[in-house]
């Protein structure tokens, strides 16, 4: 446990610099984002109040009322946050490929470790699910200063709700990297863990296998794939269902747990027995 | 441990703002308006077999609620794992589940597809089928049927006939009775004239055989300039003989011009003059009588339920008020409307029959805390058996609103 501790601390610190980075950079576009836009709308608000000498409810009417989501919506906030997914995506690959094709060929070192190498593997998902969290937290974090920003520069007249729940909910579809509740928060973020660790797999195929191992990974993602939403699929070619919602619920959890086992068991047996240095 | 600091604070962090936002969201529910209900008249009693569902709007957004009469659950505080389930209960989804776990097992939450008799549950939908040369082929009606002696359960596919593979087929209802499950369907297909030609069939299908022992074509109508519409009656009583007997078809006549509202449920503008013939179909002798309505039913007028051999009742706003119209189907008696003793102006309202009992709820345009009123009227004596005010326990901003739909 330790030993596999170390290895995170050991992960996260190497990608930590430019992961801080972008996570700096988050901070400042989406709060000058949100100094902006909230500072255009008050100015558009002194515009038709002295110019026409409307008074409130006019305003409202012809300007309409501020809403958080006009800020979450917009490439201030967007932007940034896009670029952290891109990122992560990237890094996903990145993580493995860096050890063979960095300055020194670093896998070789990772592989002298004292440590079983499924402490390798699970030490870099954990890393990966680590930074997205982060990324998910400190964008609630610049939310709340966000918050605080139109509720300084905005009369309450002419806003729209401040509450976190209706401010996340303007991400659109987006909102569902924002688990609301516990459950969803293990959901969310236990199926996340297991789609990395399928990854993983289909990259150590690649690392074990080369060019055929590129046609296995393939294969392995669509198969852990297919094999995640057969429930779904079942329904669907025979246009029916066989259970009962909370029912599906625990057979697709079961499901994860069938494939996170696999991917690990898989990755380890690469690890150990097949990958080329 | 102090050279790790990098990650052991993004897990501090991370542990920090998903604690204070799930504190923050727990908190922001309970800002929500909850609810009480002040009794005004009659006994409380009454009221306790309810639940009312409803939508609270903050302006940009709708949270769902329901309260029991002892506590308003919003869908955010209902666990997660229920919500699996739904956060609607359907009293007659959860009735069939409960007597039949494995029937229902991953049949579909809709109230309007089941049907049942003493001898067979069914669930029925259609199989809109394929098209080939711009025509539909091979549609049919799917069906689940239990046998609730044997508890066992078939799956049918009956095919429609060809000569009835319109352009247009939709399933408006269908009775299970003994043995027998009567789909009542519209077809709307174009004439040699150009013009959309609709039809009103029912298809008699015998459960035990799975076939379609007769098709009967019940009414034709032309919808030259849409100042015709026909809709079979919203009747959601289950346990309602008339299911055994004898389904109504409400026949609205519009003056031209003017549009017909889809939704009998909807009612606004009723200033248009329209006319209505209620035809009601025989299952047994499969004939059809037309009756003229009485002349007080206005467009928008809700069926609330019909006995075999008894009354209509129906319900429509008047002048901000509403009133419910009791009239012995066929009687030309011109019967007086009930009025619905509401102390503010009708908003909008929702109607459930249980029992004996037809509760009337009604959203007011009422200022503060009253959210609206609960109406009880007893069916067998026409008595208002109960009233009482849904109150909020704070006032309601300018942009927020709350709105009942429905009773369970």
């Known amino acids: 446990m330790r030993k596999g501790s170390r290895l995170i601390f050991f992960e996260f610190n190497r990608a930590s610099r430019m992961y801080f980075t972008l996570l700096t950079v988050m901070f400042f576009t989406q709060i000058l984002g949100f100094f902006v836009m909230s500072k255009g709308y008050m100015g558009q608000v002194e515009h038709y109040i002295r110019t026409y000498g409307l008074d409130i409810p006019a305003i409202q009417e012809a300007i309409g009322i501020f809403s958080p989501e006009q800020i979450i919506q917009s490439p201030w906030v967007m932007a940034p946050l896009s670029l952290c997914i891109v990122y992560m995506i990237a890094y996903t690959f990145f993580i493995w490929y860096r050890d063979w094709y960095g300055a020194n060929v670093f896998i070789y070192r990772l592989f002298m470790l004292p440590v079983s190498r499924t402490y390798v593997f699970i030490s870099k998902a954990v890393t990966i699910l680590l930074m997205v969290i982060g990324i998910i937290a400190f964008q609630l974090f610049v939310l709340y200063i966000g918050k605080w920003i139109i509720a300084g520069n905005i009369p309450i007249d002419f806003r729209g709700s401040l509450s976190m729940l209706d401010i996340v909910m303007g991400f659109n579809y987006l909102t569902i990297f924002f688990p609301f509740t516990t459950v969803q928060f293990f959901t969310l973020f236990g199926g996340m863990f297991i789609f990395i660790t399928i990854v993983f797999t289909a990259i150590l195929l690649e690392r074990s296998f080369h060019l055929k191992g590129i046609i296995y990974g393939l294969m392995y993602i669509i198969g852990s794939i297919v094999l995640l939403i057969s429930p779904s699929i079942t329904e669907i070619i025979l246009q029916r269902s066989f259970v009962y919602p909370a029912e599906m619920f625990w057979i697709q959890v079961g499901l994860f747990l069938i494939s996170a086992y696999i991917s690990i068991r898989v990755s380890t047996y690469l690890l150990e027995k097949k990958v080329h240095v | 441990m102090i050279k790790h600091w990098k990650t052991i604070g993004l897990v501090v962090f991370v542990s920090i703002i998903f604690s204070l936002f799930y504190v923050q969201m727990s908190r922001e529910v309970e800002t929500y308006p909850t609810f009480t209900l002040e009794t005004t008249e009659g006994n409380v ?364």
Request: hydrophobic fraction near 35%; aromatic fraction near 10%.
């Open chain 2, 45 to 408: 009693e009454v009221v306790h077999p309810i639940t009312l569902y409803g939508d609270f709007h903050t302006g940009e957004h709708t949270h769902l609620f329901s309260y029991n009469l002892q506590e308003t659950m919003y869908v955010q505080q209902m666990p997660s794992l229920e919500r699996l389930n739904g956060f609607y209960k359907y009293a007659e989804m959860e009735r069939l589940e409960q007597l039949y776990p494995a029937y229902m097992r991953g049949k579909v939450d809709d109230v309007s597809m089941y049907t049942e008799s003493d001898l067979y549950v069914v669930q029925a939908d259609m199989d809109w089928g394929t098209y080939k040369n711009d025509e539909p082929v091979n549609m049919a009606f799917n069906l689940s049927v239990l046998h609730k002696e044997l508890q066992k359960e078939a799956r049918m596919t009956i095919e429609i006939p060809k000569r009835d593979q319109s352009s247009f087929i939709s399933l408006e209802k269908m009775y299970a009775v003994g043995e027998d499950l009567h789909i009542v369907t519209s077809h709307s297909h174009d004439s040699d004239h150009g013009l959309t030609v609709f039809d009103l069939r029912v298809y008699t299908i015998q459960l035990d055989r799975g076939k379609i022992g007769s098709t009967d074509v019940i009414y034709t109508w032309e919808q030259e300039d849409f100042t015709e519409d026909i809709r079979v009656a919203p009747i959601e009583n289950h346990d309602s003989i008339l299911a055994d007997q004898r389904m109504l078809l409400l026949k609205a006549i519009v003056e031209e011009d003017t549009d017909i509202e889809n939704d009998l449920q909807i009612s606004k503008n009723q200033t248009e003059k329209v006319s209505y013939e209620l035809i009601a179909y025989d299952f047994r002798t499969k004939s059809l009588d037309t009756f003229k309505l009485p002349s007080q039913v206005k467009d928008g007028a809700e069926f609330i339920s019909y006995e075999d051999n008894s009354d209509v009742f129906l319900i429509q706003e008047n002048q901000e008020k509403l009133e419910v119209i009791e009239w012995q189907l066929g009687s030309d008696e011109q019967p007086g409307p009930l009025m619905v003793p509401t102390n503010n102006p009708v908003h909008s309202y929702t109607t459930s029959y249980q029992g004996e009992y037809l509760y009337i709820y009604v959203n007011s345009k009422a200022p503060n805390k009253n959210i609206g009123e609960i109406h009880v009227l007893y069916v067998p004596t026409g008595e208002w058996v109960y009233a009482g005010n849904l109150m909020s326990n704070r006032p309601l901003k300018d942009e927020e609103e709350v709105i009942i739909h429905s009773i369970e």
